[in-house]
C-alpha cells in the first residue's frame, strides 16, 4: 500500500510560480509511474502531468505543456510538479497518482486516471486574475 501526501499549493497571482510535491511512503517508490492530475470545482478530473518509474518519458497535457515541469527524485521518494507563468483556469486541487505498472505506451495511457492505483489527498492552488 503507498501512501502519497501532496503539498506546495496555495494562493498565487497569474503569472507567478509553484512548485508541488508529492511524498510517497510504504512501497517501492522506483518502481511506479506517477501522475498529476487537477479537478477544478464543477468540473472533472483531468491529466496534467506523468512520468515513468525512471524520468526519462514524461507527458503533459496540452494546456500546460512549456508551462508545467514533472520530475522525480527516486532517493527521496518524491515527485514534483514545478509550474510557471500561472493562470487563474490552473486554479484547482492537484492530486498525484502513482501506477503500478511503472511505464505508459503513450500519452493516451498516461492521462488515463482509471490506470492509478493510488492517489494523495490533494493540494489546493489557486491562481488569482
Known amino acids: 500500500q503507498v501512501q502519497l501526501v501532496e503539498s506546495g499549493g496555495g494562493l498565487v497571482q497569474a503569472g507567478g510560480s509553484l512548485r508541488l510535491s508529492c511524498a510517497a511512503s510504504g512501497g517501492t517508490f522506483s518502481i511506479y509511474a506517477m501522475g498529476w492530475f487537477r479537478q477544478a470545482p464543477g468540473k472533472e478530473r483531468e491529466f496534467v502531468a506523468a512520468t515513468s518509474w525512471s524520468g526519462r518519458t514524461t507527458y503533459y497535457a496540452e494546456s500546460v505543456k512549456g508551462r508545467f515541469t514533472i520530475s522525480r527524485d527516486n532517493t527521496k521518494n518524491t515527485v514534483s510538479l514545478q509550474m510557471n507563468s500561472l493562470k487563474p483556469e490552473d486554479t484547482a486541487v492537484y492530486y498525484c497518482?502513482?501506477?503500478?505498472?511503472?511505464?505508459?505506451?503513450?500519452?493516451?495511457?498516461?492521462?488515463?486516471?482509471?490506470?492509478?492505483?493510488?492517489w494523495g489527498q490533494g493540494t489546493q492552488v489557486t491562481v488569482s486574475s
Open positions: 497518482a502513482a501506477d503500478a505498472r511503472g511505464y505508459y505506451s503513450d500519452s493516451y495511457y498516461a492521462s488515463l486516471g482509471t490506470r492509478y492505483d493510488y
